[in-house]
Nanobody, 129 residues
Framework: QVQLVESGGGLVQAGDSLRLSCAAS????????VGWFRQAPGKEREFVAG?????????????VYADSVKGRFTISRDNAKNTVYLQMNSLKPEDTAVYYC?????????????????WGQGTQVTVSS
């Protein structure tokens, strides 16, 4: 069992940056695939970014992004702090949503929310124009 807590959300203007954090407790976080998802009012939860479990690839972590955030968002993990980050730059009003982090015990990185086993409570990001 692992518990996830997101933080770092807030109200910003278009073009600003935010860094979201997903802190894990309960078990070693290194071995989990972690994804960031978001859900805007009236919309389905969507995949934003994902990062492989540590040690899966000899060359380092594998990351993947939704097309809508590619080049603007960066996912990373700090195993010493048991934390995964989502750096969000050049924010747009359409990025407004509740952002969730999720962890998956299986080794493959997946895009569907149903493939993830543990979820945080979410953090609100609001981008004004």
């Amino acid at each position: 069992q692992v518990q996830l807590v997101e933080s770092g959300g807030g109200l910003v203007q278009a073009g600003d940056s935010l860094r979201l954090s997903c802190a894990a407790s309960g078990r070693t976080f290194n071995n989990y695939v972690v994804g960031w998802f978001r859900q805007a009012p009236g919309k389905e939860r969507e995949f934003v970014a994902g990062i492989s479990a540590s040690g899966t690839f000899a060359s380092g972590s594998f990351t993947v992004y939704a097309d809508s955030v590619k080049g603007r968002f960066t996912i990373s993990r700090d195993n010493a702090k048991n934390t995964v980050y989502l750096q969000m730059n050049s924010l747009k009003p359409e990025d407004t949503a509740v952002y969730y982090c999720a962890a998956r015990t299986q080794i493959s990185l997946r895009f569907a929310s149903g493939e993830y086993d543990y979820w945080g409570q979410g953090t609100q990001v609001t981008v004004s124009s």
